[in-house]
T-cell receptor, first 114, second 112 residues
């Protein structure tokens, strides 16, 4: 089954404790992206990757890091989480065709930073 | 920069009522337009899309037409069901970066 998986689905942590949210897709998509969803703001892009070893900032990259060492995986790293990073996070992937095709979303990771 | 504006919710309807959720956009160039749906506790799923002016996207009884002259992509359904209760997001795709730019979402609640 074609899918995007994320782990963990739920995470409660404390300020400053490094964490990683994993994202994996089995559709051989070149493009992958991370979004955060906040009430009243919709979804905003954090980082994206056009291909292996190619990453770039989205609209809200501060406090986040990513890496793309393999095509299927695109982890999101919070080196020193803060309470304002409490949010619902989604990973997405798509075929590299420029903007016309569907992006497939993972189920989401609900992060709470105390 | 590019942006999407959609009507605020929540929208509460009775089963079999007509649904319209308004969406307008601002963009340079010719973006692709999308409606995504988020059911409770789940990720986003593509509902329908349109890639050029006057295209009509349709799926599961929902429709939206890409109107370049009014920069709109309103979502409509003739007869909603309780199972349509969800959050609906209008979005446009930046052709250069493939980034999706979302509206704030509209919660639809359909009552039996």
């Amino acid at each position: 089954e074609a899918q995007v998986t994320q782990n963990p689905r739920y995470l409660i942590t404390v300020t400053g404790k490094k964490l990683t949210v994993t994202c994996s897709q089995n559709m051989n998509h070149e493009y992958m992206s991370w979004y955060r969803q906040d009430p009243g703001l919709g979804l905003r892009q954090i980082y994206y990757s056009m291909n292996v070893e190619v990453t770039d900032k989205g609209d809200v990259p501060e406090g986040y890091k990513v890496s793309r060492k393999e095509k299927r995986n695109f982890p999101l790293i919070l080196e020193s989480p803060s309470p304002n990073q409490t949010s619902l996070y989604f990973c997405a992937s798509s075929h590299p065709s420029r903007g016309g095709l569907e992006q497939f979303f993972g189920p989401g990771t609900r992060l709470t930073v105390l | 920069g590019d942006s999407v504006t959609q009507m605020e919710g929540p929208v509460t309807l009775s089963e079999e009522a007509f649904l319209t959720i308004n969406c307008t956009y601002t963009a340079t160039g010719y973006p692709s337009l999308f409606w995504y749906v988020q059911y409770p506790g789940e990720g986003l799923q593509l509902l329908l899309k349109a890639t050029k002016a006057d295209d009509k996207g349709s799926n599961k009884g929902f429709e939206a037409t890409y109107r370049k002259e009014t920069t709109s992509f309103h979502l409509e359904k003739g007869s909603v069901q309780v199972s349509d209760s969800a959050v609906y997001f209008c979005a446009l795709s930046d052709r250069a970066t493939n980034k999706l730019i979302f509206g704030t979402g509209t919660l639809l609640a359909v009552q039996p």
